[in-house]
């Protein structure tokens, strides 16, 4: 692995643009020592499914990501497996050497494991933000958000998408009616920035006939 979480994100989908701030700013805050080597950016690494937000969401649609509302399913930062294996293979190590504490995150959950703990812990917090942004238009990016927004939410039509995202053009991206409280909103599910290549074609195709409204 070129890059090691050591944190949260500041904030969904972060950009990654001042990445030199928050390192510094986690370097004091765990009082970090020169003695143990080096801490620097790691470039796109950093920021990478922002940014694709920004460009392949945000900009179609014709937002402005100061004017976005962006939230997750869960809001807590779950380790790779690539992670964890170097996390025990080489930071662990260190740690014990330098009478340093251990590394705990919890794994990366499977799609019903998403769901699941969103529908749980997290629907409150969830419900609360759509009834705050009041936002005329909202995206879900990937199956799970898809599916945990379907639970939140009841369709205003009877043009339900399932509980999967389809890549075929009468499905991706196609605008759903619902309803929150008292207010109507349009739902678009899209695909996530990690979602397989067959998926970002989709999202390709989306994005062209957008440009052409």
């Not at 662990?92 to 705990?104: C, E, H, I, Q, S």
């Not at 995150?105 to 629907?123: C, G, K, M, T, Y």
């Not at 009834?131 to 927004?149: C, D, P, Q, W």
Request: hydrophobic fraction near 45%; charge should be positive; include cysteine.
């Amino acid at each position: 692995m070129k890059a090691l979480a050591v944190a949260n994100e500041p904030e969904p989908f972060w950009a990654g643009a001042d990445e030199g701030v928050h390192i510094e700013r986690w370097k004091a805050s765990v009082g970090f020592s020169p003695a143990w080597g080096r801490i620097g950016r790691c470039g796109n690494l950093n920021g990478s499914s922002g940014v694709w937000v920004e460009r392949q969401v945000l900009a179609p649609l014709g937002a402005a990501r100061g004017a976005a509302w962006i939230t997750d399913c869960l809001d807590t930062y779950r380790g790779s497996t690539g992670g964890a294996r170097r996390i025990e293979n080489t930071y662990a190590p260190f740690a014990v050497a330098n009478g340093l504490l251990r590394a705990t995150f919890l794994p990366h959950p499977s799609e019903n494991d998403i769901v699941r703990e969103a529908l749980r812990d997290h629907r409150d917090r969830l419900l609360a933000e759509l009834r705050t942004a009041r936002a005329e238009v909202i995206v879900t990016l990937g199956n799970a958000a898809l599916r945990v927004f379907r639970e939140l939410v009841p369709l205003a039509t009877s043009e339900d998408p399932g509980s999967r995202l389809r890549p075929d053009p009468g499905h991706y991206g196609n605008a759903r009616a619902v309803r929150i409280g008292n207010m109507s909103a349009q739902w678009i599910p899209l695909a996530h920035p990690a979602a397989p290549l067959i998926f970002q074609r989709a999202h390709g195709r989306w994005m062209a006939a957008r440009a052409t409204e």
